[in-house]
């Protein structure tokens, strides 16, 4: 499964969560035009802030990703990285669900 392209990509799995659950989330079209190692995901829902980066299964974060990830949790900020595993394992669609208020659903 790739991270960001396809139909059946985790990028295309996480659009159809947004849709489904009514979340906002904004992911940028073009990250070359974007500031270096933003994470691919901002989603915003009645349960707070989520900022998430997709990457392939054994993907490795860049430097600017790491800087980003470092700074948004020393702020508070609920940080992490989405994997196909954690397509697979339940954990994103549990997250979303606890960030659309709707705990218990999945």
Same mark, same amino acid.
């Given at each position: 499964? &790739? +991270?960001?392209?396809? %139909? #059946?990509?985790?990028?295309?799995? @996480?659009?159809?969560? =947004?849709?489904?659950?009514?979340?906002?989330?904004?992911?940028?079209?073009?990250?070359r035009r &974007? +500031?270096?190692?933003? %994470? #691919?995901?901002?989603?915003?829902? @009645?349960?707070?802030? =989520?900022?998430?980066?997709?990457?392939?299964?054994?993907g490795k974060?860049?430097?600017?990703?790491?800087?980003?990830?470092?700074?948004?949790?020393?702020?508070?900020?609920?940080?992490?990285?989405?994997?196909?595993?954690?397509?697979?394992?339940?954990?994103?669609?549990?997250?979303?669900?606890?960030?659309?208020?709707?705990?218990?659903?999945?």
């Amino acid at each position: 499964m &790739s +991270e960001d392209r396809g %139909p #059946d990509s985790l990028d295309a799995h @996480v659009r159809r969560y =947004l849709k489904d659950l009514g979340l906002r989330g904004f992911h940028a079209h073009d990250a070359r035009r &974007s +500031e270096a190692g933003y %994470p #691919d995901w901002t989603i915003v829902g @009645v349960g707070g802030v =989520l900022f998430r980066e997709l990457k392939t299964q054994r993907g490795k974060l860049a430097k600017d990703q790491m800087a980003w990830a470092n700074e948004l949790v020393l702020a508070g900020a609920d940080w992490d990285t989405w994997r196909p595993e954690d397509l697979l394992s339940g954990r994103v669609a549990r997250e979303l669900t606890a960030l659309a208020g709707l705990r218990g659903v999945t």
